[in-house]
């Protein structure tokens, strides 16, 4: 597609399940990041992908986060045994290289509420 | 402390007025985003800056880096622009010496621009 696409768009779900947070990136992107953006606040940074490797999961809040990109192009972020502060959109957007100067492509995000 | 501060954190004007939304950092950065996030969450990327000044269209956005401050104008404002404007900083590592891998943000500004 043209641009980065994220599924789903809502999730809903219980305290204590599993979910799974889908991240399309432009075609041809190598860097990929994931944010959180609680109601209110801006995003925060999770964790960024350079090809399939994360090379930098410092944003990861806890060890029930964990992302993966196994072919270098779709992501996905897991997170186990949900809390309700997980509750948040989850935001993924990609650039075509790394450096710093590189403009950052947003998905729509994912809302994740946790009951 | 927040390394990303903006003010106003909300602001409502008429239409055709002037807009100016501030940001400022308290680190060392290799590069400025300013974003805007529309209601339902979609983020675009409207300047990167490291110096000087950038316009595009009614849009400008200025950065001082003796000062760590940046601007983001809008002139002839129009009720198509009220939206959340988000500073974004990408921070220098103190490791590479080139740019830390995610964007830091501010809380963004939430601006109304009423016909």
């Given amino acids: 597609g043209a641009g980065v696409s994220q599924t789903p768009s809502?999730?809903?779900t219980e305290k204590g399940k599993y979910v799974e947070l889908r991240c399309d990136p432009i075609s041809g992107h190598t860097a990929l990041y994931w944010y959180r953006q609680s109601?209110?606040?801006?995003?925060?940074?999770?964790?960024?992908?350079q090809?399939?490797?994360?090379?930098?999961?410092?944003?990861?809040?806890?060890?029930?986060?964990?992302?993966?990109?196994?072919?270098?192009?779709?992501?996905?972020?897991?997170?186990?045994?949900?809390?309700?502060?997980?509750?948040?959109?989850?935001?993924?957007?990609?650039?075509?290289?790394?450096?710093?100067?590189?403009?950052?492509?947003?998905?729509?995000?994912?809302r994740l509420l946790v009951l | 402390k927040n390394e990303v501060e903006q003010s106003p954190q909300n602001l409502t004007a008429q239409e055709g007025?002037?807009?100016?939304?501030?940001?400022?950092?308290?680190?060392?950065i290799s590069a400025l985003h300013w974003l805007q996030q529309h209601p339902g969450g979609g983020i675009v990327s409207l300047f990167m800056l490291?110096?000087?000044?950038?316009?595009?269209g009614r849009?400008?956005?200025?950065?001082?880096?003796?000062e760590k401050h940046s601007s983001l104008h809008i002139t002839a404002s129009h009720p198509r622009d009220s939206a959340v404007y988000i500073c974004a900083v990408r921070l220098l590592s103190t490791y590479s010496g080139g740019g830390a891998d995610g964007l830091t943000f501010g809380k963004g500004t939430h601006l109304i621009i009423q016909p």
Avoid: W
């Fill in chain 2, 17 to 28: 007025e002037f807009i100016t939304i501030n940001c400022s950092y308290s680190v060392g």
């Fill in chain 2, 59 to 66: 849009l400008i956005a200025t950065i001082n880096i003796q």
């Fill in chain 1, 10 to 12: 809502n999730k809903v």
């Fill in chain 1, 39 to 49: 109601l209110g606040q801006g995003p925060e940074f999770l964790i960024y992908f």
């Fill in chain 1, 51 to 110: 090809g399939t490797g994360a090379a930098d999961d410092s944003g990861l809040p806890n060890d029930r986060f964990f992302a993966v990109r196994p072919e270098g192009s779709v992501s996905t972020l897991k997170i186990q045994r949900t809390e309700r502060g997980d509750s948040a959109v989850y935001l993924c957007a990609s650039s075509l290289g790394r450096g710093p100067r590189q403009t950052q492509y947003f998905g729509p995000g994912t």
């Fill in chain 2, 50 to 56: 490291s110096s000087g000044k950038k316009k595009h």
